[in-house]
């Protein structure tokens, strides 16, 4: 079973910073595609950054400029950096990855509240 292990959350001030990190079980050589998602409650889960397994990231508009996603092949860990922090950033990150086979697996999650 692979497993995707979420940590780095927290509460910070509006304009703060926080780095998520996402240790997998397996080399993430194994995946197409690792992500960051994030959801509210009442909301739609909704993906934030991807990094594919040849290096090719890509984010959702509202985070451009503020979030970097990276990784570590030796620690078999993705990274989320977060910058200039809002509070429409609250909610719940959750790693993702899908392997070549296109199967999907899920972290469980790390609360991520930013307020005054």
């Known amino acids: 079973q692979v497993q995707l292990v979420e940590s780095g959350g927290g509460l910070v001030q509006p304009g703060g910073s926080l780095r998520l990190s996402c240790a997998a079980s397996r080399s993430i050589f194994s995946f197409y595609v690792m992500s960051w998602y994030r959801q509210t409650p009442g909301k739609q889960r909704e993906v934030v950054a991807t990094?594919?397994?040849?290096?090719?990231?890509d984010y959702t508009d509202s985070v451009k400029g503020r979030f970097t996603i990276s990784r570590d092949t030796e620690k078999n860990t993705v990274y989320l950096q977060m910058n200039s922090l809002k509070p429409e950033d609250t909610a719940v990150y959750y790693c993702?990855?899908?392997?070549?086979?296109?199967?999907?697996?899920w972290g469980q999650g790390t609360q991520v509240t930013v307020s005054s």
């Open positions: 990094i594919t397994n040849s290096g090719r990231t």
């Open positions: 993702h990855s899908r392997n070549f086979g296109g199967s999907d697996y």
